[in-house]
């Protein structure tokens, strides 16, 4: 039969036309569960943006043409300017505009957090990159609260909805934008080993930097938390982009990274000769005082990786919906149904805990809240950031060579997967990090047993998994070369305490049977038969996009 091979058949459709809220079910049970049905209703315009054609082109073009630094105008000045595509500003509008940055510090509104995380999650799906200055700006502000007069001074623009990308003081800006400058080329995540030097001057609480800082992402963003030596030995100060006279503060862009993944995002190499700072918080104290900053960015570091999981399971539960092969859909076939269901799974994983860690940002004044968003935000951002690369690639698999084209998104979600578990304290970092706080906070264990106790008796393979990480925990000897396999085992008991108490028995039953029982075999794909198919379709079904 005559066959016009410039017409495609057996193609699945983009993936366009949906709202990524709404479609989630994962996402709107959480969201029902720690905010509220008017929390939901507000996210409306945002999931239907995020899944429009629009959405999906700007976030290839902003990728597609990258940053570029110009150093010196025409006539010799030095400008340090970053030039955005378009696209990337109408990202950045609509992040802003939908207060996905430090907006919920100023809400009155109940959930505020729990909304700004969904919100967060769901609009990253259009493009990854932006949503690093996004998060800066929302973490900025728990950490500028150790100086009530500079917080006062720049949360209400942090906290604008207005997106104002121009280079001016702060009194003149709409809206304005915050990121952060810590490691050096000699240390990195060894911040203590800083040289940076702050130097006081007559005015109180003002000092001159010298130095440099190795990775700063965002450059022209306005405003900065940096560490540097003090006489007092390592503070954090306040690094204004202009200077309330309107002039630039001195600082030298010295360089844009050229970066596996995150290509829409400029980050910079950056040399300070006498730029002008402001103390944060007393000499001295500058961990203790970034850290607010570092926890808040951690939690995105853990939305930002469960929003790639989400993107990459929905373009392959749709793919394999709208492809035929060997007589059948895919959907149909059941090795597909089983790789999908697996996707699926350590999908709605990802986004209960990420969901269930902001709901305690959002209980500020509850102790047990408190105790767990110190000990669970290391263990998700261990553990879920340090799962997205091989799932992101299992996802992509399912499309096949088309899954390795550019032009369909996925090389761009498999380049940023590996990012989240690097960015904020690597993998090693953040499970000393837990050691750290279990030996030194002894209400961040009393929290952990509380929350996966809560589904005691519910599930045989979760008590186990959870007495083994009892035992790991009492193994004293072994506790730094176990750190990672017991930041996972925690962090996992976690999720499958969630998944036993709040989500449907077929996906509760698929978790505990691959992640806390002994029929886990490496790959995506491996759900033990004894599951059942019906309970596989399920599953997927629950899963795939609807347009």
């Known amino acids: ?14 993936l366009v036309g949906h709202d990524v809220v709404r479609s989630d079910r994962a996402l709107t049970e959480a969201v029902l569960r720690h ?29 597609e043409y990258t940053p570029q630094l110009r150093s010196y105008d025409r006539w010799g000045n030095r400008v340090d300017e970053v030039a955005f595509h378009p696209s990337w500003h109408w990202l950045m509008e609509r992040a802003v505009g939908y207060g996905l940055q430090a907006a919920p510090w100023e809400s009155d509104q109940p959930h505020a957090h729990v909304r700004r995380a969904a919100g967060f999650y769901a609009w990253s799906q259009t493009e990854p990159g932006h949503g690093c200055p996004i998060s800066m700006t929302y973490a900025a502000v728990p950490a500028l609260r150790a100086d009530d007069a500079l917080a006062k001074e720049w949360t209400p623009a942090l906290a604008s909805t207005t997106y104002d990308p121009s280079r001016r003081p702060l009194a003149e800006k709409l809206g304005a934008l915050a990121g952060m400058g ?62 309330p006279d309107g002039s630039r503060n001195p600082f030298d862009v010295v360089r844009l990274k050229d970066k596996l993944g995150n ?67 895919l959907a149909d ?25 902001a709901a305690a940002v959002d209980d500020v004044h509850d102790p047990h809240e408190a105790a767990l968003r110190r000990i669970g935000l290391p263990l998700a951002k261990f553990w879920v950031c340090k799962r997205t690369p091989a799932m992101v690639a299992e996802a ?28 904020e304290g690597s993998g090693n970092v953040n499970a000393l990090d837990v050691l750290r706080a279990l030996s030194r906070e002894p209400e961040v264990r009393q929290a952990w047993i509380a929350e996966v106790g809560a589904a005691r008796g519910e599930d045989p393979r979760l008590d186990r998994a959870v007495d083994d990480a009892l035992a790991l925990l009492g193994d004293t000897g072994s506790l730094e070369v176990s750190a990672r396999r017991l930041t996972g085992a925690m962090a996992a008991c ?9 989500a449907p028995p077929e996906v509760a039953d698929a978790f505990c049977a691959t992640r806390l029982d002994t029929a886990y075999h490496g790959t995506f794909g491996t759900l033990p038969p004894a599951l059942g198919s019906s309970t596989m379709r399920a599953i997927v079904e629950r899963t795939t996009p609807v347009v």
């Open 1 to 14: 039969m005559d066959h016009d091979i410039r017409v495609a058949t057996n193609q699945a459709p983009a």
């Open 35 to 63: 905010g509220s049905a008017e929390v939901l209703d507000s996210l409306t315009e945002l999931g239907v943006e995020a899944g429009s054609a629009a959405a999906r082109e700007h976030g290839l073009l902003a990728n």
């Open 182 to 243: 810590m490691t050096e080329k000699q240390g990195g995540s060894d911040v203590r080993t800083n040289r940076s030097e702050a130097r006081p001057t007559s005015v109180d609480g003002e000092y001159t930097l010298h130095g440099h800082k190795w990775f700063t992402s965002a450059p022209m963003n306005d405003v900065f938390l940096v560490l540097a030596q003090a006489p007092g030995g390592l503070t954090c100060f306040v690094l204004p982009q202009v200077l």
């Open 263 to 329: 290509r829409s995002n400029a980050s910079s190499e950056l040399e300070f000769h006498g730029t002008l700072v402001r103390r944060l918080g007393d000499e001295g104290r500058g961990v203790r005082t970034i850290i607010e900053m570092v926890a808040a960015t951690r939690l995105d570091c853990v939305l930002g990786s469960a929003s790639l999981m989400r993107r990459a399971l929905a373009e392959a539960s749709w793919h394999v919906a709208h492809r035929e092969a060997f007589g059948a859909r």
């Open 333 to 357: 076939q059941p090795l597909m149904q089983n790789v999908i269901a697996d996707l699926a799974v350590e999908s709605e994983a990802a986004t209960a805990l990420a969901l269930r860690l």
């Open 396 to 423: 992509l698999e399912c499309l096949g060579g088309n899954g390795y084209a550019e032009e369909s998104g996925m090389p761009l979600l498999f380049r940023e997967s590996p990012l989240n578990s690097i960015w």
């Open 494 to 502: 976690l999720q499958g305490s969630l998944l036993v108490r709040f």
